[in-house]
C-alpha cells in the first residue's frame, strides 16, 4: 500500500496527529522490543495502555527494588543452524552475510541494571547459492571474559566504574554490544564508552577485544555509528567522553579505506549527554546534543550514567568536515531526544538531516533526574528532518520538520551506499498511531522523501519487527532496488524468530521469503549488510 504524506510547516509539528496513549506505547518500545526487553515482560507487551510507571520501576531513580523483571533477558545460547528451513523463495542474487549485534545477560543481571548492558551478541545469517546458515557467537570482550573466568558478573551496572569488582579496575568496560560494521577483512563490534571488538567475519570468532586502528585512536571511546562515505569509501567517527570517564572533550576523525587516518581533531560539547548517532554530509559533521546527560549523583548512589534532565536544551553542532573543529557553531533548540540519524546531507544552503525525535525521553528504564515519569506518547519518535541555514553566518536556531506524523518508531535506515549524499528513500520498524500493537513496532514503512508517501508492511498479530537492513541488488543498483531484511519474533511462539526477506521496492506485498528458525534467537539493536563480494575469501 502506498500512502500520501501531506508536508509540515517547518515548524516543530510533533504533535500534528490525534493518536491516543494506547497507539503510543509500541512505538515508544520499538528499541527495547527488538532486545528482547519487551518478551521479558508480557504484561506490559500484552497491554499496551497500562501506565508504563507500573511495569517500569526504573523510572524515577535508576534504582528498581529487588524483584522487578530482570534487565535483559538471558539467551546465552550459541548456535548454529545449516540449511535453514525458507519459505517462499529466496532471491538468486542475494549472496552475502547479514550481521546483527545485541546484549546479552552472560549471567544473570543485576536487577537494578538497564537492558544496554548486557554482552555483545552476534549473530548472522549467511546467504550463498540459494541456501542460508545461521550462527551466533558471543564477542569475547574483557569484560565476558573476566566474567567467564569468575563464573558472575563484574561489572553490575551500566556505565558506573565506582559499582565495578575490584579485580576489573584495568579491564575494559566495553560490551560490544550495539552496533557492528564490515571494515577491512574485519568485523568491528561497538559500544560507545569504549574501542571496538574485532571479530572474524566468517567464524564471529573475536580476534582482538581492544581494536585501535592500528594504534592510530586516541580517544578512549568510539562511536556505534560511524559512517561510511559514500564517494570515498572513508569511515568517518567519533569517541565522546573522549579523554575518559565524564569528559566533555570529544575526538572525530576520518580513516581511510587502507586504514590511514586522515583527519583528527578534538571539540568540546555544551554538556555531557548521550551522544549516540551523529551525522556526516559530504562538507559537514553534525552532533546533536541531548538532555540525557551524566548524572553524577546519581551515579554516587549506584545508579547508572544517564538521567533524564527536562531542564536542558537541545543543541545542533555543526563543523566543517576536515577542519580543526574550532569554527564549530552549537545552535540552541528546544528540549526534545533525538537518538538515530536517518540521512543527512547538504543541499547547497543547508545542511539537512534527518533524525527519529521524541519530545522527550524515549527510554522508559531511563531514569529522570527529577522525578517524572515516563510518557509514552512524549517518549515516542518520528521521522523528522533538521535543518541549518547556511545562507546565515551564525545562525540563531535550527528548524524542526516532522516528516511522517503516523508513524511512530525508531531505528531508521537507509541504503547505506548513500551515507554522506543526497538520497530518497528510508526504512523504519514501526506502528501506524492508532493501531493496536503487541508492544513493538510491528510495521516496516518505507518512506519516500521525494514524494512524501510510505509504502507499509504489516505484520500478522502477535509479531514484533526488528530494526531491517537494506541489501542491493547489486553494485550498481539503483538507490533502495533490492532486498529489506529483517528479524520478526513470534510472540505466540515463544518468542521464536524468523528473518523476513522483502523486495524493498514492494514492501507492501509481504515477504518474498522467510527463514525459519527453530528457535528464538538473540534480540538485535542494530544490524550491516555485507555483499558476498566484499568478503574475505577462505
Ligand atoms: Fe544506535
Same mark, same amino acid.
Given at each position: ?43 506490559q ?15 524515577t531513580?535508576g ?10 533477558s538471558?539467551f ?33 543481571m ?74 577491512r ?225 525508531? #531505528?531508521?535506515?537507509?541504503?547505506? +551506499?548513500?551515507?554522506t549524499? %543526497?538520497?530518497?528513500?528510508?526504512? =523504519? !520498524?514501526?506502528?501506524? &498511531? $492508532? ?5 513493538g ?58 528473518? #523476513?526477506?522483502?523486495?524493498?521496492? +514492494?514492501?507492501?506485498?509481504? %515477504?518474498?521469503?522467510?527463514?525459519? =528458525? !527453530?528457535?528464538?534467537v &538473540? $534480540? ?15
Open positions: 500500500m502506498t500512502q500520501k504524506h501531506p508536508s509540515n510547516d517547518p515548524v516543530d509539528s510533533g504533535t500534528s496527529a490525534t493518536p491516543t496513549r494506547r497507539s503510543f506505547v509500541g512505538g515508544a518500545l520499538g528499541a527495547a522490543a527488538a532486545l528482547g526487553m519487551v518478551e521479558s515482560t508480557p504484561t507487551a500484552q497491554a499496551p495502555g497500562a501506565p508504563l510507571s507500573e511495569t517500569n520501576p526504573r523510572d531513580a534504582m528498581p527494588p529487588p524483584g522487578a523483571p530482570p534487565p535483559a538471558l546465552r545460547l550459541e548456535c548454529d543452524v545449516t540449511d535453514c528451513e525458507i519459505e517462499g523463495k529466496l532471491p538468486a542474487d542475494l549472496h552475502g552475510i547479514f550481521y546483527r549485534v545485541g546484549p546479552d545477560a552472560q549471567y544473570p543485576n536487577p537494578h541494571n538497564i537492558p544496554f548492558d548486557g554482552e555483545g551478541h552476534v549473530s548472522m545469517f549467511r546467504f550463498e547459492n540459494g541456501r542460508v546458515s545461521f550462527r551466533s557467537r558471543f564477542a569475547r570482550n574483557q569484560r565476558y571474559k573476566a566474567q567467564a573466568a569468575a563464573h558472575k558478573i563484574l561489572f553490575p551496572m551500566y556505565r558506573n566504574p565506582s559499582t565495578d569488582d575490584p579485580s576489573v579496575q584495568n579491564v575494559s568496560r566495553g560490551t560490544a554490544n550495539t552496533h557492528i560494521l564490515y571494515w577483512e574485519k568485523l568491528l563490534a561497538f559500544k560507545e564508552d569504549s574501542p571496538p571488538v574485532a571479530l572474524n567475519p566468517l567464524t564471529l570468532e573475536t580476534v582482538d577485544d581492544y581494536y585501535t586502528f592500528d594504534n592510530q585512536l586516541e580517544s578512549k571511546t568510539f562511536t556505534a555509528h560511524p559512517k561510511v562515505d559514500a564517494v570515498t569509501g572513508n569511515m568517518i567517527a567519533f569517541g565522546y567522553e573522549g579523554r575518559g570517564f565524564g569528559s566533555d572533550e570529544v575526538n572525530v576523525f576520518e580513516y581511510t579505506p587502507e586504514g590511514k587516518r586522515v583527519w583528527n581533531t578534538w571539540i568540546k560539547v555544551p554538556y555531557v549527554g548521550m551522544l549516540h548517532d551523529f551525522a556526516v554530509t559530504q562538507k559537514h559533521v553534525v552532533f546533536y546534543v541531548m538532555p540525557l546527560a551524566i548524572d553524577h549523583e546519581q551515579m554516587k548512589r549506584g545508579g547508572i550514567h544517564w538521567s533524564w534532565d527536562g531542564t536542558k536544551p537541545t543543541y545542533f553542532g555543526f563543523m566543517r568536515r576536515g577542519g580543526d573543529g574550532k569554527e564549530i557553531q552549537w545552535v540552541k533548540g528546544p528540549t526534545r531526544s533525538s537518538t538515530h540519524v536517518m540521512g543527512a546531507f547538504d543541499d547547497g544552503h543547508k545542511i539537512v538531516v534527518d533524525v527519529e525525535m521524541s519530545e522527550f525521553n524515549p527510554f522508559p528504564f531511563m531514569p529522570f533526574r527529577d522525578g517524572t515519569k515516563w510518557d509514552p506518547i512524549r517518549g515516542s519518535s518520528r521521522i523528522t528532518r533538521l535543518s541549518v541555514d547556511l545562507s546565515h553566518k551564525t545562525p540563531k536556531d535550527y528548524q524542526i520538520e516532522t516528516l511522517y506524523a503516523n508513524y511512530l518508531g525508531a #531505528l531508521p535506515r537507509i541504503d547505506d +551506499r548513500y551515507l549524499v %543526497p538520497y530518497r528513500f528510508g526504512f =523504519l !520498524p514501526c506502528q501506524e &498511531v $492508532g493501531s493496536p500493537t503487541f508492544g513496532s510491528n510495521c516496516y514503512a518505507r518512506f519516500d522523501h521525494q514524494t512524501r508517501s510510505s509504502q507499509v508492511y504489516k505484520a500478522p498479530p502477535g509479531t514484533t519487527l526488528a530494526e531491517a537492513c537494506f541489501a542491493p541488488k547489486n553494485k550498481g543498483a539503483p538507490e533502495a532496488s533490492g532486498y529489506l531484511m529483517g528479524v520478526a519474533t513470534r510472540m505466540k511462539e515463544g518468542g521464536r524468530s524468523d528473518l #523476513l526477506v522483502f523486495d524493498a521496492e +514492494r514492501l507492501g506485498d509481504g %515477504p518474498i521469503a522467510t527463514v525459519r =528458525l !527453530p528457535t528464538r &538473540v $534480540g538485535q539493536i542494530h544490524g550491516w549488510w555485507v555483499p558476498g563480494e566484499q568478503l574475505p575469501r577462505v
